[in-house]
């Protein structure tokens, strides 16, 4: 069992790094280093929405924070990319730090609306602060050089599976520790929690500094590997898709944070095209049918219960061939 | 979308397939059919009470007063906690037993009056700042943490016992392997004295009511309390898991840590207190060994209501 595991895992990281070899087409290779920038994003969500069960819609200032971090001090000052990245990571820190102190007052719905004034509040600020952001004009970036030459799009790809092999690391490391116990026992009964020793208060400004830390390596990350960044695209659209991206991949572990990061970016693209459209209505469909016939032979379900899903699926598939 | 999501994946897919799994393949948790280990002696894994002035009371209520509104929840209420023993807090429902359990581990700030533990008083402190100095609860309605198991549970206990930094985490530097080693060795052992040793990778929520119980005492000592709270740990439970608790009980006391024990079933309390205080509308009605309490008119007047004469 954990031979195999051990494989599987060896056999994910070839093809992580072997990707790019087989695709010619810059653009598919840019989808993936944008898949990888969104895993390491939602890594760092998962602690919060995940582990602390704390709803944060402010994930998308955060990330803003770590890539206009990057593009002011490439910008104004001209630092390279291995200062940049760790100077986007403290900063982002200290702004979820700042998250912290509302979260730490309120709870439920009220907290996901003070994160979200807090999004929108950082979108306004890049925004109104032309005299460090250029504003609404947006900062222009180099990818990062080698050799006294700029690196291209394959190359800028595995930069970016390294790293977010290295946030994989770490994120498991403190999830498993004390730490990530912590988190944990923190959703569950915060009132046995500070009985325990363990202090909530404490504990959750940990949980989003340590989140916003890998918002703003990501963050990071997607300015050099847009080239571009403006206020606009850190708006409360890429927070909610953020927040769908956890949910729908599975939060509390770390292939849903994948799934649920290859879903937004690839689900947009696949839906623009109908002929793409149809193919993966149709394979809903059929996994669902499968899913269903499979559940109902071994009696662990009723066809009332599987009832719904199969039509809807099976009806979406119809629909998407007119 | 989010909806669809929210509805019908509440797990997400990972989790959704997880769970599709382990129902296809008839993987369900046989766990519970296993053996039950038999308590081991405890005196390994809970590490003895701070030995001090051991004639010294270990808690003093000085007149608390715990105002809600107009409501006195608790109303001049003094009580002396001697050192090593199991003192009994008994009363009528709505009497204030666990207004005086959240006071004492600050979850309430009372009104006026103070409370000394070790001569120190706990009153403004919070409540993890009191329970690292030596005072450990479990609650009237189980509080684990459900998603975790039983032998995390126990590590959230422990949490006091780790030093290791964000580093060390991350690197797993030697500190953090050492800590971690012996927390969970500890954990361990902690849950064989409490009999849940074979039990250890099971999600707390899955856990029968009495094991929930069980494991929240064993997760309150993983904090090495001098002095331990338990509130109603005996609600709910069947007379063979009473007997169990009440060995346990004994046990802890053994290893020379205190015990404040609230409880409604009042064999239990006559059993294996040594002193017992009363309390009735927020106020202490009397105070004394089992056999005075028994015979005490104003006791037996408040629980069966009697007209005073």
């Known amino acids: 069992m954990k031979y195999s595991k051990l494989l599987l895992f060896t056999v994910a990281i070839i093809a992580l790094f072997a990707f790019p070899l087989f695709v010619n087409n810059d653009y598919y290779i840019h989808l993936g280093t944008t898949i990888l920038i969104y895993v390491i994003l939602l890594f760092g969500l998962d602690i919060v929405v995940g582990y602390t069960g704390q709803v944060s819609l402010g994930h998308a200032g955060l990330f803003g924070v770590g890539a206009y971090t990057c593009g002011v001090l490439f910008f104004k000052l001209g630092l390279p990319f291995y200062v940049t990245v760790p100077a986007a990571i403290l900063v982002t820190a200290f702004f979820g730090g700042l998250l912290a102190l509302p979260a730490l007052k309120v709870i439920g719905p009220y907290l996901a609306m003070v994160t979200l004034a807090f999004g929108t509040i950082l979108q306004i600020l890049i925004n109104e602060m032309s005299f460090l952001t250029e504003g609404p004009m947006g900062i222009k970036l180099l990818k990062p050089s080698l050799l006294e030459a700029e690196i291209g799009e394959r190359q800028y790809y595995w930069l970016c599976a390294i790293g977010m092999l290295f946030a994989l690391v770490v994120i498991h490391r403190v999830l498993k520790s004390q730490l990530g116990r912590a988190f944990e026992a923190l959703r569950d009964s915060p009132i046995a929690c500070d009985c325990m020793g363990v202090s909530v208060y404490r504990y959750k400004v940990y949980a989003f500094v340590i989140s916003a830390g890998f918002a703003g390596f990501a963050g990071a990350l997607y300015a050099y590997s847009e080239k571009y960044i403006s206020p606009n695209t850190y708006n409360n659209e890429l927070t909610v898709l953020f927040l769908l991206g956890i949910i729908m991949g599975g939060r509390k572990s770390r292939l849903g944070a994948i799934l649920g990061a290859i879903i937004i970016v690839l689900l947009p693209k696949l839906l623009d095209d109908i002929n793409l459209f149809r193919m993966v209505a149709i394979t809903l469909a059929v996994l669902v049918a499968i899913g269903s016939t499979l559940a109902l032979s071994k009696k662990i379900t009723t066809v009332r219960k599987v009832l719904t899903p199969l039509v809807g699926t099976v009806a979406l598939a119809v629909f998407s061939l007119f | ?302 629980y069966l209501g009697g007209q005073s004469a």
Do not use: W
């Open chain 2, 1 to 302: 979308m989010i909806l669809l999501v929210v509805y019908y994946l509440q797990d997400g897919i990972v989790g959704f397939f997880r769970n599709f799994y382990q129902a296809l393949g008839g993987n369900t948790n046989n766990h519970l059919v296993q053996t039950e280990q038999t308590a081991v002696d405890g005196s390994e894994v809970i590490h003895k009470a701070r030995e001090t002035d051991s004639n010294a009371p270990i808690l003093n209520i000085e007149s608390i007063l715990m105002q809600f509104g107009g409501l006195k929840a608790l109303n001049n209420v003094d009580i002396t906690i001697k050192r090593g023993t199991i003192h009994g807090l008994i009363g009528p429902n709505g009497s204030g037993k666990s207004t005086m359990m959240n006071v004492l581990t600050g979850i309430y700030v009372p009104t006026a009056g103070d409370v000394k533990f070790e001569n120190q008083s706990v009153v403004g402190k919070t409540s993890s700042d009191i329970s690292l100095s030596g005072i450990a609860r479990t609650f009237q309605n189980v509080q684990l943490f459900g998603e975790m198991t039983a032998l995390e549970n126990i590590l959230v206990g422990l949490h006091h016992t780790f030093t290791a930094n964000f580093l060390d985490v991350t690197l797993h530097l030697p500190r953090f392997n050492r800590e971690e080693a012996a927390a969970r060795e500890r954990a361990q052992g902690l849950l064989n004295f409490v009999g849940l040793g074979s039990l250890a990778s099971e999600e707390a929520r899955n856990l029968p009511y009495g094991k929930q119980r069980m494991l929240e005492i064993a997760r309150a000592l993983a904090l090495d309390p001098n002095l331990l709270l338990l509130d109603e740990p005996a609600a709910g439970l069947t007379a063979p898991d009473i007997k169990e608790l009440l060995t346990v009980i004994r046990k802890i006391r053994d290893q020379g840590i205190t015990i404040i024990l609230i409880e409604h079933h009042i064999d239990v309390v006559m059993g294996v207190c040594d002193n017992i205080s009363v309390l009735d509308f927020g106020q202490k009605i009397a105070e004394g060994v089992p056999a005075e309490i028994q015979k005490n008119e104003k006791v037996i007047e408040a």
